[in-house]
């Protein structure tokens, strides 16, 4: 099992700029590729953004493409999603996610399900 600690959500204005950290610890961060989704009061749980066990892949969803970027440092066991140019509509919880072991390096993964441990989520709200 793998603990999630989500951080660095808060107040933004639109075209502002927002980091998020999502810091593991529990089992060998190398050995599972990680995501980050949100949600919104009275919406499904949406993806955001993924990467894989090595870094060298990752995938976005269309709504955030451009301005997201996701990425993993093995040395902090840290993954980040550096929020560029946000929107009102980027206004939700995020979460991030991280999946079971997987021998395959550059796969990614987009879909709520194939997630096994999540953490607490962090607000982020983006003003106009």
């Known amino acids: 099992q793998v603990q999630l600690v989500e951080s660095g959500g808060g107040l933004v204005q639109a075209g502002g700029s927002l980091r998020l950290s999502c810091a593991a610890s529990g089992r060998t961060f190398s050995s599972y590729a990680m995501g980050w989704f949100r949600q919104t009061p009275g919406k499904e749980r949406e993806f955001v953004a993924a990467?894989?066990?090595?870094?060298?892949?990752?995938a976005y969803a269309d709504s955030v493409k451009v301005r997201f970027t996701v990425s993993r440092d093995s040395a902090k066991n840290t993954v980040y999603l550096q929020m560029n140019n946000v929107k009102p509509e980027d206004t939700a919880v995020y979460y991030c996610a991280a999946a079971p072991y997987d021998y395959r390096l550059t796969y990614v993964y987009t879909l709520e399900d194939e997630y096994r441990d999540w953490g607490q989520g962090t607000q982020v709200t983006v003003s106009s």
């Open positions: 990467i894989s066990r090595s870094g060298s892949s990752t």
